[in-house]
């Protein structure tokens, strides 16, 4: 009896595995059976299916069709395999030639009249294909998406008709383009550094963050600047490479979030009302959570002291490590959380310590509450910590400009060049093995560093990131070795909680 194997690709959280769709046409009482782990969703596609089947003109065969999803143990979800089984029942109906399908794999939800609708994850499922040296059969509006992978062989389709005659006529077949140009106008959807009055320093380690990837956490009183200079950050940050690009765009793709455009580093700015499985990601069937969300890019926490405790704690093995492993009783999912923490908040819940409201006795102890919020070993994971001060209103009606963002980001990026070049990361990224070789002092300088690290009561953890922005800060200034001066510096930006 006729049987057509028809491939297509699952979604399992960063992966695409593949799925064949095996259908099997037999005598009997017509009956349409699907097995495979099959969830709600796509046990109602035999609806979809037939009504597409028939509204396109073709015959749907009155027999009994069985259906496997194999791996048989692989959980299956959505309407992804609308179109795979479709063209699974017209090959083993002999509608269309089985041997046209063999060269494919197909993704896309099948609508009653034929059309075909999008589905997410995508871009996942393309690069699958891609390395498989198969070509993949999507809906339309998924094309753009699906051709970032290089040597991608993508063919969109509105219609299962459309489909069909593609396979039947291979001379229409034409890949989609692939289109990886960056908008000229990508860095003026920014505001501007210069906009930015007086804050020397804070601008000063705006711009060593941006040029190592370090995390940065900002304490000042309401009004300060903080948020204004966080909202300037994504300006000063060099260009995504290529690679990083096509991370991100994968796990856009399996949350569903386009950002337009596409190529500029994402910018997530949660509330600090946001739960622990928004901020981690989850789900029965876990999504991204907003640290994966802004992995290559920044993740700004306002008001930091008011998120729960329990949410910010979820930020340490991210921080450490770069992804975030999220554990459910069916499966396991891990997704990329290689973010840019950068960190704002008032020195005490009234934001003025120096001039306390009536009714608080002791400042400095409501201060020192109001910040122990924040834990050691959190605070431990941030690069740099910087003191942002209120300026005068006299100072903020003189008509000063400081540097403009395109003017940072040039040295930014010159930095950033640097560090790839040398060690293929940034700095903030260096291993052990890396940070040996690649940020070694002369012994004096070496003594310095230790003396300066016992004062402060500084960890391990703490020294290792010290050399880290002395590093940035030598790449900054084009230095091949880390000096007394870089040290120097580096130390000023962790003082504020030691």
Known sequence: MPLAIVQTRARVGMN????TVEVHLSNGLPAFNMVGLPDAAVRESKERVRS??????????????????????????GGRFDLPIAVGILAASEQIALASVEPFEFIGELALSGELRPVEGVLTASIAATAAKLGLFVP???????ALPASSQIYPCDHLLQVCSRLKNPALLSPHPRCMDVEND??????????????????RALEVAAAGKHNLLMMGPPGAGKSMLAARLPGILPPMTEAETMETAAIHSVSQYNPKPLFQRPIRTPHHTASSVALAGGGSNPKPGEISLAHNGVLFLDEFPEFPRKVLEVLREPLETGEIAISRAAQQVVYPANFQLIAALNPCPCGHPKQPPEGCTNPQQCCSKYQSKLSGPLL?????????????ISDLQKPEHGESSDEVRDRVTCARAIQLQRQGCANHDLNSKQLNAFCQL???????????????????????RILKVARTLADLAQAEQISKVHLSEALSYRALFN
Not at 140 to 146: G, M
Not at 186 to 203: E, I
Not at 383 to 391: E, G, P, S, T, Y
């Open 16 to 19: 695409a595995p593949q799925v």
């Open 52 to 77: 597409a089947i028939l509204n396109a003109g073709f015959d749907f065969p009155q027999r009994r069709i069985t259906i496997n999803l194999a791996p048989a143990d692989l959980p299956k979800d």
């Open 140 to 146: 339309q509006r998924n094309a753009a998406e699906a």
């Open 186 to 203: 990508l860095w003026s959807r920014y505001p501007d550094l210069a906009d930015v009055k007086g804050q020397h320093l804070a601008r």
């Open 380 to 392: 431990d994971r941030i690069d740099m910590h910087i003191q942002v001060d209120a300026l005068p």
């Open 442 to 464: 002369s012994d004096a300088d070496s003594g310095f560093a230790l003396q300066a690290v016992n004062r402060l009561g500084l960890s391990a953890r703490g020294y290792h």
